[in-house]
């Protein structure tokens, strides 16, 4: 359990001023655009207190005739979306999917709040996470890469507290600067903050699809998630207890992109024997994505994922 600096638990005080802080998201295309109104909607459908807002590419169409124009209409008056137009940051990386993965580090300089919590929109929020807000002061709280353990003990940025500072933002930005081309906004996070960044655990916050996923018929190895080898946990208590889920499962693509049969057959998650219970909780999350993105957006995703029984 989370407290504040006293010792006890704060989230019903009214000495707290939710306006002070807020969730954060940033958009550069509209393929994410949708996935950030799917976590806001999230968001006001758990009754989270912060307030919210979103960074969007300052040449979107905003006109209400269009797709952008309608999804950030909706975010606004729907979920109370505060909209703020950025210059979207690019990185000349060999990958172009990270290539504006730095806009996120803007976050940092929204000095209108004095703490934000950022959150990658290929995630799904399945509880508040209001209680972050209220830890003790730290310029930056990130929980660690589990998924890279031993052969790595990075810090995630998949979810990103944050305190608000024009000084700190220039001293990210200037990190930026001196990197290579080929840096990513995880790896200048690393490099500023590795030593002095309070850890958040992951249990809780930064469970990944991938931990559902076992390969080829084999048991998967759940140690590095659970902090203890041998351990055979529940998937579904697993999935109930978490408050953050992101979606990594390579090479099965982003659950917005349609899924052919071939790649579900070779990499999608596979039964243990008789025992289908991670595969199950899978198939739920992507189901559950694929059905959400429909009706909070209007829009589709084609493929072959199964429809699910488990809610979410």
């Known amino acids: 359990m989370v407290t504040n600096s006293s010792g006890a638990m704060d989230l019903v005080s009214k000495n707290v001023d939710w306006e002070k802080f807020a969730y954060v998201q940033y958009v550069t295309s509209y393929e994410y655009l949708c996935n950030s109104v799917m976590l ?82 290929d995630s799904t929020t399945l509880q508040c996470l209001d209680e972050l807000f209220l830890l003790p002061s730290a310029q930056v709280v990130m929980p660690r890469a589990y998924c890279e353990w031993p052969k ?30 080929d840096t990513f906004d995880m790896d200048i996070l690393n490099t500023v903050y590795d030593t ?6 992951h249990r809780e916050y930064d469970l990944i699809t991938g931990e559902f996923r076992s390969k080829d018929g084999e048991p998967k190895d759940h140690s590095r998630y659970l902090g203890r080898s041998h351990a055979t ?23 917005w ?20 219970d991670d595969r199950n909780v899978w198939l739920t999350i992507f189901g559950a994505f694929k059905r959400r993105r429909q009706a909070v957006c209007g829009i589709e995703v084609g493929g072959t994922i199964e429809e699910s029984t488990l809610e979410i």
Not at 97 to 105: F, G, M, V, Y
Request: with cysteine.
């Open 40 to 121: 806001f909607e999230s968001l006001d459908r758990l009754g989270c207190r912060a307030s919210r807002l979103m960074m969007y590419p300052q040449d979107f169409n905003t006109d209400p005739n269009t797709v952008e124009g309608r999804l950030l209409e909706q975010t606004r008056t729907q979920y109370g979306v505060k909209l703020q137009p950025v210059e979207v940051q690019r990185q000349a990386v060999y990958d172009p999917t990270w290539a504006e993965s730095t806009t996120k580090l803007l976050a940092m300089n929204q000095t209108g709040f004095g703490r934000v919590l950022s959150l990658d929109s």
């Open 152 to 181: 790595k003990f990075e810090l995630s940025s998949q979810l990103l507290l944050l305190e608000t500072s024009n000084e700190e933002f220039e001293r990210v930005m200037d990190a930026l600067g001196h990197s290579d081309a």
């Open 196 to 201: 002095s960044a309070m850890i958040l655990p």
């Open 233 to 255: 946990p529940d998937a579904k208590e697993v999935l109930r207890n978490a408050k953050f889920l992101h979606f990594s499962d390579w090479p099965v693509p982003k659950p």
């Open 257 to 276: 992109l349609p899924i052919g049969e071939h790649t579900l057959r070779e990499h999608g998650p596979k039964c243990i024997g008789a025992n289908c």
